[in-house]
């Protein structure tokens, strides 16, 4: 198993017995790289990636701050903190620190307290900018991942579409460019219908309404919104409902419809052709409302059965497939909005089971707001 490494520190100062003194406060909790000159710690940043950087400022060869000048020149490095170290305490020496990039400093005799509680400080806006960078990244791979799947369909239609132009297209054939029209429309709406909600529910402005609805209907509906596009893979879908009709709950019609939705489209994207997708409906006192959703797909490995409900994260990958990393995000913040329970499991002896726990629901006042968590 992996254990988290301490954080990297970059000790910079021609004088060994300075460094020495470091080591005594902070080496047991970090992990100290030393080097005696600025040019010595940039040929050390080849092979070595600090998290802060201790900087001695009166150095020969390179002070500090031609060295913090180079180093926040440089894009790769300039999000590491620097702290500069150094003996010079007038308000003109700390301004030309400061401005030549440095992001804090310590006067020297360092003392113990004060250097961890500053380092502590430039950890936290490192960890800061990291987390920025990572929501970003994932960001524009998401921007990336939706454009491509928009393009897809739109490609499908437009295809279609111009075949159609042509008079002499058999009846037959018409139908088919018809429905494959129908198809790519209906996948940008969903497309479309994900950004809108997830960005509706980051605002704090997605609302749940709350109506009393009928689960069985429900559930025939979503099957039957989904039939036509199961059926360009020739797969089967069948739907179980209990000998006894769920009692009508207290949720928003809209948003769970989406969220069956969802599973159900999912499980159609992934499961190989000529197969079977089975939604399920049960009730029982003791377990309250289950509503599961089993495919015959690649199935999800062990260790990213709970990530694959976070944003923008990706299960396997499918060539051709839309994965905006989004769908199950929105079906985990719906069925907890409604105080239940989502999960997935095998499907043996192939494939995954995705499976809906909802306890009694009672009455909620209508025009709650559904907040991210």
Partial sequence: MLMNLPPSILVIDDEPDNYDVIDTF???EYQLNYAPGGQEALDLLETFKPEVILLDLMMPNMSGIEFSKILKADPKWRHVPIIMVTSLTSKEDMSRCLA?????????PVNRV????????????????DNVQTLLRLRED??????????????SILLAAEVLRHPELAPEKQQKKLEQIIQGGQELRSLVDDLLLMAKLESGKLILNRSQVDLDQLCRSAVAGLETI???????????????????????PALF???????????????????????????????GIRIQVADLGPGVSQELRQSIFEKYE????????????LGLAFCKIVVEAHGGKISVEDNLPRGSVFTITLDEVVANP????????
Avoid: C, W
Wanted: zero cysteines; a positive charge; hydrophobic letters at 40%.
């Fill in 26 to 28: 902070l080496g047991e």
């Fill in 100 to 108: 030549a990039g440095a992001d804090d400093f310590i006067s020297k």
């Fill in 114 to 129: 004060e250097l961890r509680a500053r380092l502590q400080s430039m950890l936290r806006i490192k960890q800061q900018y």
């Fill in 142 to 155: 998401m921007v990336n991942m939706m454009v491509h799947d928009l393009r897809n369909p739109i490609a």
């Fill in 230 to 252: 199961a059926n360009q893979k020739n797969l089967h879908l069948v739907l179980k409902l209990p000998s006894l009709p769920v009692h009508v709950v207290n949720i928003d």
């Fill in 257 to 287: 419809r989406r969220t069956i939705d969802n599973l159900l489209s999912n499980a159609i994207k992934f499961s190989p052709r000529d197969g079977q997708i089975t939604l399920l409906l049960d009730h029982s006192e003791k377990e």
């Fill in 314 to 325: 990706i299960g396997t990958l499918i060539k051709g497939a839309s994965q905006t990393g």
């Fill in 366 to 373: 209508v025009g709650q707001v559904l907040q991210h968590a």
